[in-house]
């Protein structure tokens, strides 16, 4: 691609291969639950049909269908999935402006109705696992269908006699254990609005969540255990509810074994003596839940997603992309503060188990979530990039010393997979594994791009766009591009979009958030490219661009190139525009053990770059740094670290609450204000 002014350099990108790292048999594809949905939606709902002998042209004709023909396909997905409308629908897409679209007026659902079908009285699946339990022990212990449904009748039951009602919000600071599903589909049973947290939050980040929402009830651990260590939370929980003057309960859940605190309720009394649930349906854009962005500039926006948009947009996700169904496992290592526990939490809604593993991703070592895969029989395999990259450096080999037969795939995201990752899961994992990097975010909770099982997959690249999902990458102009790199968006409405903000009733930042730069699509805040032959590549927020003269790059081709060198840990890239019209691009290492940052290695980090991208991406400085601060959830600071560097003061620059390590952050404060006084600047070389 020829670089411009108006796109991200990409000169010398990687050859592409010959053939794909992996294709599915044909048996595969016909056995997949996308072929079926397919061919129903081209007998029933006007579809194109599928193509004998090309899947890739059926899914590229199948996509397009889903997309420009938005009420076929989204009534196609409620049927094939037997959604159950109490009240029945006027029309599927009343309104398709974005924002303001309106999905299903006139429908009436539950979505804890839906997650808990398997588990209805009479049902041959009620002894199965709906959940399996993994703390750092290893040893999976099952929740079944009809305990769980037991007790999430029990808990809506207690919710409704202390005056929970359909709008209500309802809190929980808990780990990835069974009573955070119970505690969220007993909420959504009788229509009350869940939020959550992790317990590795502390207090303050807590409240600038939980505050904007004002909850009334709050669940919340004694304390956890992660790393091999036990982490008290009981005065965080005490400060909690001194900070949340709207509570009129606190529930109790003895993780750790200790007993209620003075005026709490204890969890077991709520739920041990089970009952048969009861839904209360509600309008389709009703709201389910409350999920959070990052917040590291400022308070976190309150998304607010709806229990019809959430549960169709899931079920396709779940059912059709990631091909999951009756007698399948999901692993997918994630916390109760991120959206893909969410995600997690909805394979329940296609029937299938969901594994539940609280601690470390690394503990006692790097191979910790193979190991976990191994010992659930995971279906699907769900991590991080970091992780991945962490295990090939670890020298951990997960297809020799794991039983890894029941795993059909690994999806990755929180950061696009290095092609090196791609070929390392392919190596060391398992030539037969289907390898599905996914890119969305909070904001939907769901994947724009990703898996599909009946598309081959190729190195370094996301398979195609989701269904239902006009994914575009636009030119500063608001053209579409096509093997250039754009800004990534969407130009059709999806239902699982938020209904809004919590306490912006008139839309003003949530139309700013999404909407501001191309009116009437949106635009995510991230670098795309959709190539030629169907296929997407992830480069990074488009919100923290490098620009270096005057031509665009990503800093996840950096990270790429960088951290395939054995002795980077891992690394921050900034672009920092100058006062006096200068421009300085430092590259920030953190270094593995032992490692030494010198002239040797410094001449290898440039080498690195030039080779794998180009003479133009060569950082002024490349600097050693205690570590990388991230997001809680795990996302590079670049944004706040820019600012810092541009010497804005800490706390207008970032919200430490937000912040995993804020020590870091003054570190880069201080760098900022030496830096001032340093007239060349030179600070490593």
């Known amino acids: 691609m020829t670089a411009t002014h108006d796109a991200l350099d990409h000169d010398a990108p990687e050859p592409a291969a010959p053939e794909p790292l992996w294709r599915p048999d044909p048996e595969r594809v016909a056995a997949a639950r996308l072929s079926r949905f397919h061919a129903f939606a081209a007998d029933r709902h006007g579809a194109p049909g599928p193509v004998p002998g090309d899947p890739a042209g059926s899914y590229a004709a199948l996509h397009r269908w889903s997309v420009t023909r938005l009420g076929p396909f989204w009534r196609a997905v409620a049927e094939w999935f037997d959604v159950r409308f109490a009240t029945p629908y006027d029309t599927v897409l009343a309104d398709a402006a974005m924002?303001?679209?309106?999905?299903?007026?006139?429908?009436?659902?539950?979505?804890?109705?839906?997650?808990?079908?398997?588990?209805?009285?009479?049902?041959?699946r009620a002894a199965e696992a709906a959940l399996l339990r993994v703390d750092e022990d290893h040893r999976p212990e099952p929740v079944t269908w009809a305990q769980l449904r037991a007790r999430v009748g029990a808990l809506a039951a207690a919710l409704r006699e202390r005056g929970v009602r359909p709008g209500d919000r309802v809190s929980g600071y808990l780990p990835n254990i069974p009573e955070a599903v119970v505690a969220l589909l007993a909420s959504a049973a009788v229509g009350a609005v869940w939020t959550s947290c992790a317990p590795d939050f502390g207090a303050r980040s807590v409240l600038d969540r939980f505050q904007q929402v004002e909850p009334?009830?709050?669940?919340?651990v004694d304390g956890y255990r992660y790393g091999g260590r036990v982490h008290d939370r009981t005065g965080t929980v005490a400060e909690l509810r001194r900070g949340l003057p709207t509570l009129r309960a606190v529930v109790h859940v003895p993780l750790l074994g200790t007993p209620a605190p003075e005026g709490a309720l204890e969890w077991a009394e709520l739920t041990d003596h089970g009952a048969e649930p009861d839904f209360t349906r509600v309008p389709f854009d009703h709201p389910l839940w409350v999920l959070y962005s990052s917040g590291t500039t400022g308070l976190p926006k309150a998304i607010v997603q709806s229990q019809g948009g959430i549960l169709l947009e899931h079920l396709k996700q779940l059912g059709l992309h990631c091909d999951l169904g009756a007698g399948d496992r999901l692993f997918w290592y994630t916390s109760t503060g991120w959206m893909m526990w969410n995600f997690l939490v909805s394979s329940l809604l296609t029937g299938t188990t969901a594994v539940l593993y609280d601690g470390s991703p690394g503990h006692p070592d790097t191979a910790a979530q193979w190991r976990v895969a191994e010992r659930?029989?995971?279906?699907?395999?769900?991590?991080?990039?970091?992780?991945?990259?962490?295990?090939?450096?670890?020298?951990?080999?997960?297809?020799?010393?794991?039983?890894?037969?029941?795993?059909?795939?690994?999806?990755?995201?929180?950061?696009?997979?290095?092609?090196d990752g791609f070929r390392w899961l392919h190596e060391e994992a398992g030539a037969g594994l289907w390898i599905a990097s996914v890119s969305g975010g909070t904001d939907v909770c769901s994947c724009f791009a990703g898996a599909v099982p009946t598309?081959?997959?190729?190195?370094?690249?996301?398979?195609?766009?989701?269904?239902?999902?006009?994914?575009?990458?636009?030119?500063?102009?608001?053209?579409?591009?096509?093997?250039?790199?754009?800004?990534?968006?969407?130009?059709?409405?999806?239902?699982?979009?938020?209904?809004?903000?919590?306490n912006d009733p008139e839309g003003v930042r949530y139309h700013e958030s999404y909407f501001a730069m191309f009116p009437g699509v949106w635009r995510h805040g991230d670098w795309t490219t959709l190539t030629s032959r169907g296929t997407v590549v992830i480069h990074g927020r488009s919100d923290s661009t490098l620009n270096r003269q005057g031509v665009r790059m990503g800093s996840a081709d950096i990270y790429e190139a960088v951290e395939r060198l054995p002795e980077i840990r891992e690394s921050l890239v900034i672009g920092v525009e100058e006062p006096d019209g200068g421009?300085?691009?430092?590259?920030?290492?953190?270094?593995?053990?032992?490692?030494?940052?010198?002239?040797?290695?410094?001449?290898?980090?440039?080498?690195?770059i030039r080779e794998a991208l180009s003479p133009r991406h060569l950082p002024d400085d490349i600097v050693e740094i205690p570590g990388v601060p991230h997001t809680l959830t795990g996302k590079r600071l670049e944004v706040p670290v820019k600012r810092?560097?541009?010497g804005v003061p800490l706390e207008r620059?970032?919200?430490?609450?937000?912040?995993?390590?804020?020590?870091?952050?003054?570190?880069?404060?201080?760098?900022?204000?030496?830096?001032?006084?340093?007239?060349?600047?030179?600070?490593?070389e």
Do not use: I
């Not at 009334?216 to 919340?220: E, Y």
């Open 583 to 608: 421009y300085w691009m430092p590259l920030f290492v953190r270094l593995a053990e032992g490692a030494v940052l010198d002239d040797a290695l410094r001449e290898r980090v440039r080498r690195t």
């Open 644 to 646: 810092l560097l541009q």
């Open 99 to 124: 924002p303001g679209a309106r999905w299903f007026p006139g429908a009436t659902l539950n979505y804890a109705e839906h997650a808990l079908r398997a588990g209805e009285p009479g049902s041959p």
């Open 376 to 419: 659930t029989r995971a279906t699907l395999f769900g991590t991080s990039a970091a992780y991945v990259m962490a295990c090939a450096k670890a020298d951990v080999h997960p297809g020799r010393d794991f039983d890894l037969s029941a795993t059909r795939g690994v999806a990755t995201t929180g950061s696009p997979l290095p092609p």
């Open 216 to 220: 009334v009830v709050l669940f919340a």
């Open 653 to 684: 620059a970032a919200n430490p609450g937000s912040v995993d390590d804020p020590e870091l952050l003054r570190f880069f404060e201080r760098m900022a204000r030496e830096r001032a006084t340093v007239s060349d600047g030179d600070y490593g």
């Open 455 to 502: 598309l081959p997959v190729w190195t370094g690249e996301l398979q195609a766009p989701c269904l239902g999902t006009d994914l575009r990458a636009f030119s500063p102009e608001g053209q579409p591009l096509v093997d250039e790199v754009g800004e990534l968006v969407v130009t059709t409405p999806m239902p699982s979009m938020p209904v809004g903000f919590w």
